[in-house]
């Protein structure tokens, strides 16, 4: 019984069915003679007769009519493994990631979009928290993000510089009122830049969206620290590009994944696309200019 395989119980049950040595080598594109030494083969390996020979042709004995449904168990499984191989083909499942604000409309979504059109089986949550989600709890697969993650069993790869500058309104003016994001964790390096230009010394304007903020400088609501890349885009004036004590405002841009993931074929693709998508995106990241 050990020496059995796939092939043999392949011609098992095409001589069964077809009841013939000529049909069952058909049926397989084999030889006639091939079939019956490998049935005989068959026979003596697991001992016990399959089949009564006559001039009619084949016919099942009860051992090998008792092995019949267990030999069409397999071969509906060797099926089901062939169109779960080919559905594999395509990229399919779910990949949850978490994004910096700011890249999501520029960057995450256009990486996606072929990836999306070209796999209907895939399935990505995209989702934005000024806190950085919890890899380790696995409430992400990938991340991007700006600070870089404590220990653990994770992959971070960096990906580009995000430079920021301060600015204000486009027609030149430079209101007193400050632009910032609310005391909340995950902004702290930004509400330090705003610090540092005097945000603490005088009125503020706090919105915890970064739309909004680039939309009340707009309007002359106040001046804020801001990403190069989207405050140029909006038109804005940029007042200061460094700190008032020197220093260039800038943060990294990482890749993270749990390192139990990176095997994953759903979860590489949709980093691959997101790390391409960010890498060509660089220069604008960095200093705003057109590439």
């Given at each position: 019984m050990e020496r059995l395989n796939w092939d043999d119980i392949r011609l098992f049950l095409a001589l069964a069915r077809d009841g013939t040595l000529s049909g069952a080598a058909r049926s397989l594109g084999v030889g006639v003679a091939t079939i019956s030494r490998r049935i005989d083969r068959i026979e003596h390996a697991i001992g016990l007769p399959l089949f009564l020979r006559s001039q009619q042709g084949y016919a099942l004995t009860d051992q090998g009519?008792?092995?019949?449904?267990?030999?069409?168990?397999?071969?509906l499984a060797a099926h089901e493994m062939r169109l779960e191989a080919a559905l594999q083909v395509d990229i399919r499942g779910k990949v949850r990631v978490a994004s910096i604000e700011s890249l999501i409309t520029p960057i995450v979504i256009?990486?996606?979009?072929?990836?999306?059109?070209?796999?209907?089986?895939?399935?990505?949550?995209?989702?934005?928290?000024?806190?950085?989600?919890?890899?380790?709890?696995?409430?992400?697969?990938?991340?991007?993000?700006?600070?870089?993650?404590?220990?653990?069993?994770?992959?971070?790869?960096?990906?580009?510089?995000?430079?920021?500058?301060?600015?204000?309104?486009?027609?030149?003016?430079?209101?007193?009122?400050?632009?910032?994001w609310p005391d909340l964790a995950g902004v702290d390096t930004l509400l330090a830049w705003s610090k540092a230009f005097g945000a603490e010394n005088g009125s503020r304007f706090s919105v915890n969206s970064l739309e909004a903020l680039l939309e009340a400088v707009q309007r002359?609501?106040?001046?804020?620290?801001?990403?190069?890349?989207?405050?140029?885009?909006?038109?804005?004036?940029?007042?200061?590009?460094?700190?008032?004590q020197g220093g260039k405002m800038e943060r990294p841009?990482?890749?993270?994944?749990?390192?139990?993931?990176?095997?994953?074929?759903?979860?590489?693709?949709?980093?691959?696309?997101?790390?391409?998508?960010?890498?060509?995106?660089?220069?604008?990241?960095e200093t705003g200019a057109t590439a």
């Open positions: 009519a008792a092995l019949l449904p267990r030999a069409e168990r397999m071969e256009p990486a996606l979009a072929p990836l999306l059109q070209a796999n209907p089986g895939l399935e990505v949550e995209v989702m934005y928290s000024p806190v950085a989600v919890n890899l380790h709890r696995h409430d992400a697969d990938l991340a991007l993000r700006m600070v870089v993650p404590d220990g653990g069993n994770l992959l971070v790869r960096r990906l580009a510089t995000m430079g920021f500058g301060l600015y204000g309104p486009a027609d030149g003016t430079r209101p007193d009122r400050h632009v910032t002359g609501i106040g001046i804020g620290v801001l990403p190069h890349f989207l405050a140029r885009q909006a038109g804005l004036r940029l007042i200061a590009d460094e700190l008032p841009v990482l890749l993270a994944t749990h390192a139990e993931l990176a095997a994953s074929r759903r979860v590489r693709a949709v980093a691959d696309a997101i790390a391409e998508q960010v890498i060509g995106f660089r220069r604008q990241l």
